[in-house]
């Protein structure tokens, strides 16, 4: 699939930037160029140490902020995909400086979707958030936005064959930032900061959220908002999986946070299908004929009123699911 392709991965330096560059040249060996776009040179001179350009030949780095159209366009060249990745992320900052926020997660979707139709791309596929859904929050609020404007792409790209999708998945098990690292690294002090006891969180795998991204690639028509079906935890079992002996501090919600996280409100339904291991929502005036989408995927309309959410979802890990995923995604030495 990625054979003979040049790929570029915008905010390419981040956890998941670093997993899709190991599994693209795992899988693809014959992969032409794999670029790493970030702003942060300090973290692309670190990811160039992991990928020294002598034992990966196709890797680049190219130093550049989403927030620059000119300079986006000259990255784009001669690339055949790119998947964005960059974003800025954290919610309690997003808050706190919503004009930067703004900037990145708005401005930087439009200058991604212009670049790619000005360049040869012909395939973009944008990372997402359940923090998009019936957003409360700012950072959320800027992702549904950057969602629909990639949705909405595929309206303007008129002959140009490129298709614009969307992944949208939950909390990143080990990214930078996450509950799990946070709560390892607090177990030391002898008690852990929780927001709310009933809290309830999606959970995906670095490696699920990779495989989200390829199936993208293959599969998207154009206009789709891919969902995985993924288990959810409760916030007391991560912080029991990962310090059982420590003492757990309520701290109260930080500003933007929401109890539980959806990825499909009952408003999406009318546009969701069930495609087996993903949802997908789609344009409610899709590209295609919807017809024949239904067909080649086998695609099952789920029912009105359908939604998907943390505290309600039927699938669930546990303290010793959660010990077993921490040793496989997380750090394999780690004592509990």
Known sequence: MLNNKSVLITGGTGSLGKALTHHIFKTYPGVKKVIILSRDE???FQMAQEFSETKYPQIRFFLGDV?????????????????????????????????ECIKTNIGGAQNVINAALQTNVHNVVALSTDKACAPINLYGA?????????????????NNPIKFSVVRYGNVMGSNGSVIPFFMNKRKEGKLPITDATMTRFNISLQGGVDMVMHAIEHAWGGEIFIPKIPSYKITDVAQAVAPECKLEIIGIRPGEKIHEEMITSSDSYNTYDLGKYYTILPSVPFFNLEDYIKYFRAEKVEQGFNYNSGTNTEWEDVATLRDLIKKHVDSNFEF
């Open 42 to 44: 300090q973290k692309q």
């Open 67 to 99: 927030r620059d159209q000119e300079r986006l366009v000259r990255a784009f060249h001669d690339v055949d995909i790119v998947i964005h990745a960059a974003a800025m992320k954290h919610v309690h900052l997003a808050e706190y400086n919503p004009d």
């Open 142 to 158: 800027t992702k549904l936005t950057s969602d629909k404007l990639f949705v909405a792409a595929n309206n303007i790209k008129g």
